[in-house]
């Protein structure tokens, strides 16, 4: 069952709010109820943000707005993520889980048991086998009260993935989970993920969000995880969207004591690309790493914002953020860091670098900082420009041609971030995605966001270096 929306307005949301009331809320739980009527009313209120937003005046969606959607209601009885998705990293051993068009898909059964206590699949059957384990957490982070995406979405979200580790268990697996988009028309999509790591767990997620084809679409996506005291996640957000894609992807993490979070973030396509991501210190000793690369050409436009919260003393963030803009792209880097008076001795550190291929391509950088505590250690910066022209002559003096200088220079760039992915096996994928990127060979996959149907094939620049050999 689906509903047409053209265009998306806050109007004709709440309609459809109100006309499919019944089967919205069907399978709630009291307390999940009341949080997706406290959302509507705040949605109701605050309704879609627009550039006279300071969080968002570069960022303009009214374009993503006017055109038609469908909304599915309900999964299609064709949607079987198992005939789209077909695809796996090579030598990375993962549990692949899906969602397709917004909604979990699985050939097996929808909510998966290991015998070490791990809970992996559906959220929607996860609300009613274990409310113990998700209600706790479910709508308890996403601020649903100033962000009107998230309350939106807390609204009307019927399903998305559930990954339960419970205390002290390290998952060995790295669990995948990927976002395919896939429909005949244009599509709107609204999903939500749970993430809870108990005491002392141990995770790897791989977060993929891919289209299969050009049509358009609009996803709403959030996503609230805990990672509790002395837990560790690495968590990876792969971006992949063709150039018809509006994505507004909200990830919050709530850290426990001496809780440790790697995080990282590759988008390589998508014509509009919103990451909000948010970090909270709720215990002592916590520490978070947050990078980003972003490869944008065309009219493609990314907006990244990072806010962490200080609210513990003895935490440490570190966030860095790398861009290369190319054509008439244009890109957004809003970093905010937030002391509060108790926490004492942060360290806190935020960066943002900008490559601008092009006098058409635009970066708009505005890392913020608030303190309210002596006793931190605290930085920000800024950098934007083009590639250095005496790194170019000094290459080009020792017989590498221009092309391939160019190449070698935007790849050094950005290997800063690529370098920091754990995972061999995907730092390798990655790579060659970047290189291909890089060199406009990287469309939408036919299979997958990581191209693993040529992984014999990797991408190599064309450099004789014997001539380097010559003349050094």
Not at 101 to 117: A, C, I, T, Y
Not at 248 to 264: C, I, N
Not at 291 to 320: F, R, T, W
Not at 363 to 383: A, M, Q, R, W
Request: glycine share 6%; charged share 20%.
């Amino acid at each position: 069952m689906t509903k047409t929306l053209s265009p998306i307005t806050r109007e004709r949301l709440l309609e459809l709010y109100q006309q499919n009331h019944t089967q919205i809320v069907a399978n709630d739980t009291p307390s999940v109820r009341t949080n997706r009527e406290k959302a509507i009313a705040s949605f109701n209120k605050l309704g879609f943000p627009d550039k006279k937003l300071e969080d968002w005046r570069n960022t303009d969606l009214s374009g993503a707005f006017g055109v038609g959607y469908d909304y599915p209601l309900r999964p299609s009885p064709e949607d079987d993520m198992q005939k789209v998705f077909r695809c796996n990293i090579p030598h990375m051993d993962t549990a692949v889980i899906g969602q397709l068009n917004g909604w979990f898909v699985s050939k097996d059964v929808p909510l998966m048991e290991l015998g070490n206590g791990i809970i992996i699949g559906s959220l929607a059957e996860a609300l009613k086998k274990y409310p113990q384990l998700t209600e706790p957490h479910l709508g308890k982070y996403a601020d649903t009260e100033s962000n009107g995406f998230a309350a939106l979405n807390t609204a009307f979200a019927t399903d998305g993935t559930f990954i339960y580790i419970p205390d002290g268990v390290k998952s060995e697996k790295a669990v995948q989970l990927v976002n395919v988009i896939q429909h005949r028309e244009n599509i709107f999509i609204q999903s939500r993920n749970l993430i809870v790591l108990g005491k002392g767990a141990k995770l790897t997620v791989v977060h993929c969000d891919d289209s299969y084809d050009h049509q358009p679409s609009f996803s709403n996506i959030v996503t609230e995880i805990v990672v509790g005291e002395g837990a560790y996640l690495d968590h990876y957000k792969l971006q992949n969207l063709n150039n018809n894609s509006t994505l507004v992807s909200s990830t919050w993490f709530h850290l426990g004591k001496e809780a440790t979070l790697e995080s990282h973030y590759i988008s390589l396509n998508g014509a509009l690309l919103r990451n909000n991501t948010y970090v909270r210190f709720n215990g002592p000793f916590g520490s978070a790493n947050i990078y980003g690369l972003y490869l944008m050409d065309n009219k493609q436009h990314i907006d990244n914002y990072v806010a962490v919260d200080h609210a513990c003393p003895d935490c440490v963030s570190n966030e860095l953020f790398k861009g290369i803009l190319d054509e008439h792209s244009t890109g957004v880097f809003n970093g905010y860091i937030l002391v509060q008076r108790d926490a004492q001795r942060t360290n806190a550190s935020q960066n943002n670098r900008n490559l601008l291929l092009t006098d058409t391509a635009k970066i708009n950088s505005k890392p913020f900082l608030e303190i309210y505590n002596d006793d931190v250690k605290c930085s920000h910066g800024s950098t934007t420009g083009q590639l250095d022209e005496t790194a170019m002559f000094y290459m080009r003096q020792r017989g590498i041609g221009e092309d391939n200088a160019r190449m070698l220079l935007m790849f050094a760039f950005a290997d800063e971030v690529v370098s920091k992915i754990a995972i061999e096996a995907l730092r390798y994928r990655i790579e060659d995605m970047v290189k291909k990127r890089l060199q406009g060979e990287l469309q939408i996959c036919e299979q997958c966001v990581l191209h693993c149907s040529t992984p014999e094939h990797p991408m190599e620049f064309k450099i004789d270096l014997s001539k380097l050999s010559n003349k050094s």
